[in-house]
């Protein structure tokens, strides 16, 4: 978020840009009003005043910044209040009430801030809590010093010990190992409602709560038989008028001067604020302050575990749904006026799918999406998507005004076992967009065709620059065998790209548009680099010996800077020429021009490898093949795919086989077959003369560390 994004709701009364000193000292008044009472702290109003403004003036910089830790500031704020002495929940409640109704409710400022607050109350029990643990240790402590004066009613004499007892905010009693009570202090007569005499007249047992589970009385029993010094646990107490109260209850053995059990000592403090806090903030961790549906967060956790606990066959769909036009309506008519919008529309959605088994989820701003997590098909989804449409669309009032909004709809259905959680959300945000262009007001029905161009025409090419920059773009090898020993023949760099929303992408949907845009010799040059810095990693500079193969798309080979992009990544990595090889398409040797062929040719010369790639699939003219100083032809895998099974083998297709690598070999070049899937073809191409073969029979492509096991690399 940046300030003017902030800066556009301080009309409202929010924050406004870079948070505004005069604002941020009315607001800071503002917080110290409503957080005035409820705990006593030792500062003048002026005082508590800046206090409040210095923080604010942290909380706000964090958020404006949007590069610091949220988290962080949010938990020292929270610990600042209670060093303050702003310790009852009171005020952390107040202090929240304040500071959600003036955060940004746009983009990433809007998230920045809730999780802000959420720190806070964090910081604030967390720093509440160590303040109790502290006072607890002082009370052990001054029992520990006193305990060989001990007496049966346990009237301590030691001023230090008495001083702690009487003025303890939490909660103590004393009882014997007969679990008589001997003694309480005056906070917990006020915690639990019994005068002292009551409690006299009681054991501890007494106060056992009915929920107590048999984990309780184990520890107790544990504690009064001597097994354990002490226990700590959240406990309930009822109260003298019924009432419950949740409590941090730790109870300690105390010895006398033979070291002998002899009385317990337990402190209770109460945190039924705090366990509702938390409980609170909870629920709100998982549901949008706004609507109360549940957030993304949720939406997602529930995304996964449908697909982890899905019985086979099962099926899954969404209907991501956009309000059209939603950012005029908060413009023209205001922040309010949008607000209650959205809590309207998301009760309307409520209503569509109650009682179907279905949820709904706002993942933010306009956007809603209702899970279907046993579908039966896109009928079923398609005539969920039009109840949502007829829903949204009603009229509905606003004070004097009568508004009307529609919303888009994209719909996704899939088989679980075809597709994960983020790829299911993934197609129903692509076919959301689709709707949109489309015409709005209207579903569109997901169709994998459609997504695979969309997503490579308007999402990969443009990204593909910053993937570069960002280093997204990996390489995997496969491994190349000679089929004679199954010796490495050589690895095969193959370019990946690790794209942060659609996950692991191969070249097919990207390399064509790399080559449209230009980004793919850039592109070549970074896998060529890469891959003669693995290979040197893996081979050293020994030859001979196995080689890398990099392939060369024709934009490459009409760049006049191809030689010397080759020999300074020869250079820099180590490697010697002999140990890369350069792969070439049938297709971009067509009309090859003279300057590409003195490329190649210098290439060689240098003592690099030239290779044929997916020979066979396109014109192949011998002149090119005899004229260029090339070391190998790559058979395409489509011919051993046109074969039969196992069973039996047209003759005519073996006699093409047979004749493509004598002519290789007639041009005293090595032959490997690409795709190569089973034994059967792998005893074929054998004894046709074939000297080598990719494929998943070898070894599918894979990330550096893994192929490197698995061709003896390493």
Request: charge should be negative.
């Amino acid at each position: 978020m940046n300030a003017g994004e902030w800066g556009s709701l301080a009309s409202d009364g929010r924050i406004g840009a870079a948070g505004e000193e005069g604002q941020l000292r009315r607001l800071a008044k503002q917080w110290a009003g409503a957080v005035a009472g409820t705990s006593y702290v030792p500062l003048r109003p002026d005082q508590v005043d800046e206090l409040l403004l210095a923080l604010l003036r942290r909380m706000v910089a964090v958020v404006l910044d949007g590069s610091g830790s949220v988290r962080t500031v949010g938990g020292e704020v929270g610990a600042a209040l209670i060093d303050a002495h702003f310790t009852n929940p009171r005020s952390l409640s107040r202090t929240l009430g304040v500071l959600l109704k003036v955060g940004p409710r746009v983009g990433e400022g809007e998230r920045r801030w809730n999780e802000l607050i959420a720190a806070i109350a964090e910081g604030f029990s967390g720093a509440l809590q160590e303040r109790a643990l502290r006072e607890q240790e002082e009370i052990l402590e001054a029992a520990a010093q006193t305990r060989e004066q001990a007496r049966e009613a346990l009237h301590v004499s030691e001023e230090r010990f008495r001083a702690v007892f009487e003025g303890a905010t939490i909660g103590i009693g004393i009882g014997d190992l007969e679990g008589r009570i001997l003694e309480v202090n005056p906070a917990l007569v006020r915690l639990l409602g019994y005068p002292v005499e009551e409690f006299r007249r009681r054991s501890v047992q007494e106060f056992m709560h009915p929920a107590d589970v048999g984990r309780v009385w184990q520890l107790y029993g544990e504690l009064i038989g001597g097994e354990r010094e002490h226990f700590h646990l959240e406990k309930q107490f009822l109260r003298s008028n019924g009432e419950s109260v949740w409590t941090d209850l730790t109870v300690s053995l105390l010895r006398d001067g033979q070291n002998r059990p002899r009385y317990q000592l337990a402190l209770i403090h109460d945190v039924t604020a705090l366990r509702q806090l938390r409980h609170q903030l909870e629920f709100e961790a998982h549901h949008d302050p706004l609507t109360g549906l549940a957030n993304r967060k949720m939406f997602l956790a529930q995304l996964d575990t449908l697909f982890g606990q899905a019985r086979a066959g099962v099926r899954a769909g969404l209907c991501f749904l956009d309000l059209d036009g939603f950012k005029a309506v908060n413009d023209t008519l205001g922040h309010a006026v949008g607000d209650h919008l959205l809590v309207t529309v998301a009760r309307r959605l409520e209503a569509v799918i109650a009682g179907r088994g279905l949820s709904v989820a706002r993942l933010g701003g306009d956007e809603f999406v209702v899970l279907v997590p046993e579908s039966s098909g896109s009928t079923e989804l398609i005539g969920l998507a039009e109840e949502l449409l007829t829903a949204v669309a009603r009229p509905l009032r606003l004070g004097s005004r009568q508004v009307q909004v529609t919303a888009s709809v994209g719909v996704v259905e899939r088989s679980i076992a075809e597709i994960d959680p983020a790829e299911l959300l993934r197609a129903a945000d692509m076919t959301l967009y689709w709707a949109k262009a489309d015409g709005k007001s209207q579903w569109a029905l997901f169709e994998p065709e459609r997504d695979a161009k969309e997503l490579t025409r308007y999402s990969l090419s443009s990204a593909l620059p910053a993937a570069l920059a960002r280093q997204d773009l990996l390489v995997h090898y496969q491994p190349l065998r000679r089929l004679e020993d199954g010796s490495l023949h050589g690895v095969e760099a193959l370019v990946r790209w690790n794209h942060p929303r659609l996950g692991l992408l191969g070249p097919e949907n990207f390399i064509a548009l790399a080559e449209e845009s230009g980004s793919i010799v850039a592109l070549g040059r970074h896998v060529l680099q890469v891959a003669c810095r693995q290979a040197f990693a893996w081979f050293g500079a020994s030859t001979p010996g196995p080689f890398v193969s990099v392939n060369l798309a024709s934009r490459q080979l009409r760049e006049e800077s191809l030689v010397d992009d080759v020999r300074q990544a020869l250079t820099h990595s180590g490697l010697r020429p002999q140990q890369l090889q350069l792969e070439i398409t049938e297709s971009a040797l067509i009309g090859t021009d003279p300057l590409t062929g003195q490329a190649l040719q210098a290439l060689a010369d240098m003592g690099v490898r030239l290779a044929i790639d997916d020979f066979g699939t396109g014109y192949s003219n011998l002149i090119y093949l005899r004229r260029l100083p090339l070391d190998e032809l790559k058979l395409d895998g489509n011919f051993l795919r046109a074969l039969p099974g196992d069973d039996g083998v047209d003759s005519l297709d073996v006699q093409l086989l047979a004749s493509l690598i004598s002519l290789a070999h007639l041009l005293n070049l090595t032959i490997t077959a690409e795709g190569v899937e089973t034994k059967a073809q792998v005893d074929l191409l054998l004894s046709l003369g074939c000297d080598a073969g990719q494929g998943t029979f070898f070894g599918a492509a894979s990330p550096p560390e893994e192929i490197g096991k698995l061709a003896d690399l390493q």
